[in-house]
């Protein structure tokens, strides 16, 4: 069974994509592309959208495999500003193309994913290691999503 986890910052994308088999879960795109990193060149929020639409596009179509996508989504706690509004039209983009692929979806919070901001990355080395390039809590927050949900689901 394999699934993937998304995570969206206002500079990127990140994604993990795993696999359980037998009784293990393993990370396939540990050392393959797992950053999707906003062009500099883009300035509108128009433009960003529909760029980073064909980039989801493209990982759906390449992992013919995933049979569900987990996304990790904003913690809002009454704080709304325009970070968190555009990263929010990315996870809506990952919204309508899951529906176009015909991919099961579900958004999950770190509190259901039993972590916190401050937590996750330790969280996440402990359960699947961690990436060699470009560690951070957004890629923590990706393969997290993904894993609970596959060791929940599947």
Same mark, same amino acid.
């Given at each position: 069974m394999t699934v993937i986890g998304f995570r969206v910052s206002t500079k990127e994308i990140r994604y993990a994509i795993l696999e359980k088999r037998d009784n293990s879960i393993v990370f396939i795109n540990r050392d393959g592309e797992n950053l999707i990193k906003f062009p500099t060149s883009i300035t509108s929020i128009e433009d960003k959208v529909f760029w980073a639409k064909s980039e989801i596009?493209?990982?759906?179509? =390449?992992?013919?495999?995933i049979? %569900?996508? &987990?996304l990790k989504t904003n913690e809002y706690n009454g704080n709304e500003n325009s970070s968190k509004r555009e990263t929010t039209y990315i996870d809506?983009?990952?919204?309508?193309?899951?529906?176009?692929? =015909?991919?099961?979806?579900?958004? %999950?919070? &770190?509190?259901?994913?039993?972590?916190?901001?401050n937590k996750v990355k330790g969280d996440c080395e402990d359960l699947l290691g961690k990436t060699d390039k470009y560690w951070n809590n957004t890629m923590a927050d990706a393969m997290l999503v993904a894993y609970r949900g596959l060791e929940n689901d599947f």
């Amino acid at each position: 069974m394999t699934v993937i986890g998304f995570r969206v910052s206002t500079k990127e994308i990140r994604y993990a994509i795993l696999e359980k088999r037998d009784n293990s879960i393993v990370f396939i795109n540990r050392d393959g592309e797992n950053l999707i990193k906003f062009p500099t060149s883009i300035t509108s929020i128009e433009d960003k959208v529909f760029w980073a639409k064909s980039e989801i596009d493209r990982i759906l179509r =390449i992992n013919t495999t995933i049979k %569900k996508i &987990y996304l990790k989504t904003n913690e809002y706690n009454g704080n709304e500003n325009s970070s968190k509004r555009e990263t929010t039209y990315i996870d809506a983009l990952i919204l309508l193309s899951a529906k176009e692929h =015909i991919i099961p979806v579900e958004r %999950k919070l &770190y509190n259901q994913l039993g972590t916190s901001s401050n937590k996750v990355k330790g969280d996440c080395e402990d359960l699947l290691g961690k990436t060699d390039k470009y560690w951070n809590n957004t890629m923590a927050d990706a393969m997290l999503v993904a894993y609970r949900g596959l060791e929940n689901d599947f």
